[in-house]
């Protein structure tokens, strides 16, 4: 699979998240404070809900249902209820593209 174009750059704004679904699979870019554009799965661990419709804080994003905060660099989350991480998927910026490929995730 190859990296597809999910948005464009300059629809981010700073420490908000957007959903989107590339091939199916849902997910949560944002971009940070330092520019930085991040990709996590979209659905928290701990129930069905998007997180792309919660907090962004530094480097986490916050799941508006019980505040769980995953953070955007491991997928981890910091804090319960949810124990079980969500993936990272590597971003690539190509001029004013965000491109993303779905079965390209980060070992962490
Ligand atoms: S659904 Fe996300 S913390 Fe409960």
Wanted: hydrophobic share 45%.
């Amino acid at each position: 699979m190859t990296a597809q174009r999910v948005c464009a750059l300059s629809e981010l704004e700073q420490d908000t998240a957007i959903r989107v679904e590339v091939d199916g699979v849902p997910m949560a870019v944002v971009l940070d404070g330092n520019g930085d554009v991040h990709a996590i799965g979209d659905v928290c661990t701990h129930g069905d809900v998007s997180l792309a419709e919660g907090f962004v804080e530094d480097d986490t994003l916050e799941c508006w249902a019980h505040g769980s905060a995953f953070s955007l660099l491991t997928g981890k989350p910091l804090n319960l209820p949810a124990y079980e991480p969500v993936p990272v998927y590597v971003v690539e910026i190509d001029g004013d593209d965000v491109l993303i490929d779905p079965a390209l995730t980060k070992e962490v």
